[in-house]
């Protein structure tokens, strides 16, 4: 009875070493919490000290893994939700960032559901903040009549691929508008490319995002082209971006059109020490003459890094906007002045 017991537990272990081979499933996540200050932070200009989450990169948990299916082919799945740091809700749906499954091999790899853009994907390794909630502009930036002119991050009912090569990476995403008698409407595709070699990465993407049907049967229209570029020397990095963007409105009025431009340098000065700064700038165009608000943003963060996981950091931001218009450091927060300063020290830890 002894052997058989032994036998019959060594083919368990067996057949769940063999699983545990062939599957693979991860809890992963980003805690990231701040206490800042901001000069204006009421229409009043009230000056403000809180609690943030989010500081170098937004919180967020997810669930992520791998099916090997045999020569060569994998499936792949990914589900990642926000979380709101400094009050524990939820940010947005529950997996709100990724909800998708699709398959990985020698092609490259495609997914369906909800994920982020080919945009987002590739130009994030391109701006020198990281896409900070609070100190960048790279995604998109306050702007006249609260106008936002960025890129594409997120998108549902979509198909997304990506093929890594030898020195370069191509992607494609289209999401369905999913609108009965008009596939246009509400669809949105992105088409993107990279290339590496060394010190030098340079990038290059264009993006179409459909609006949903207006009542006239027309719908809002946006187009962007992103380029940008990296180049190292040593423990030196330096950044270069741009988009051109254009958006025409389901109303007949006058198109929408803004160029952003970003530059930045990220520097090693010592071991676990980064120091890090960034010029965000947009020009609005065809707007009513003082009316634009053309807004800037200049970033600096220290980060000093305890661990591969955990980092200590500390930043600052000075934004401001022309002929009166309101801005912020932060990208996603409303603006209540033409130029605001803010400050921030946080903790970032990764699992």
């Not at 070493?17 to 200050?37: H, K, R």
């Not at 998708?100 to 994907?121: A, E, H, M, P």
């Not at 570029?229 to 389901?250: H, I, W």
Request: proline share 2%; net charge positive.
């Amino acid at each position: 009875m002894k052997k058989c017991l032994s036998a019959s537990a060594l083919l368990c272990l067996a057949a769940a070493g063999q699983a545990q081979a062939q599957t693979n499933v991860s809890i992963y996540g980003l805690i990231d919490a701040n206490v800042s200050y901001n000069n204006a932070g009421d229409a009043n200009g009230g000056k403000q000290f809180k609690v943030n989450s989010g500081g170098m990169n937004t919180s967020r948990f997810g669930f992520r893994g791998t099916e090997d299916l045999g020569n060569g082919l994998k499936a792949v799945f990914q589900l990642e939700g926000g979380v709101i740091l400094d009050t524990g809700a939820s940010d947005g749906d529950l997996f709100g960032r990724q909800a998708n499954v699709g398959l990985q091999g020698d092609f490259g790899r495609i997914v369906g559901g909800r994920s982020y853009s080919t945009s987002y994907d590739f130009i994030l390794p391109f701006d020198p903040m990281g896409y900070a909630p609070q100190y960048s502009w790279a995604t998109s930036a306050g702007a006249t009549g609260g106008r936002k002119d960025g890129l594409l991050t997120t998108a549902s009912n979509l198909l997304k691929y990506q093929y890594d090569g030898q020195g370069y990476k191509l992607g494609a995403t289209y999401a369905f508008g999913e609108t009965a008698g008009n596939t246009s409407a509400g669809s949105k595709y992105v088409l993107g490319a990279s290339a590496f070699d060394g010190p030098w990465a340079v990038v290059g993407t264009y993006e179409q995002n459909n609006a949903a049907l207006a009542a006239n049967g027309q719908y809002d229209q946006s187009k962007a082209f992103q380029l940008a570029g990296t180049y190292s020397v040593g423990e030196v990095k330096t950044f270069v971006g741009y988009r051109n963007y254009k958006k025409s409105l389901a109303s007949g009025a006058a198109e929408q059109q803004s160029d952003m431009l970003w530059l930045g340098v990220s520097y090693g000065f010592a071991p676990n020490w980064n120091l890090t700064g960034a010029y965000y700038t947009q020009n609005i165009k065809n707007v009513a003459a003082g009316k634009d608000a053309d807004p800037s943003l200049l970033s600096v963060r220290v980060k000093y890094a305890f661990s591969k996981r955990t980092d200590l950091y500390v930043a600052a931001g000075y934004a401001k906007a022309k002929n009166g218009q309101l801005t912020g450091v932060s990208r996603d927060d409303a603006g209540f002045a033409n130029s605001q300063s803010s400050g921030t020290v946080g903790i970032q830890h990764r699992f």
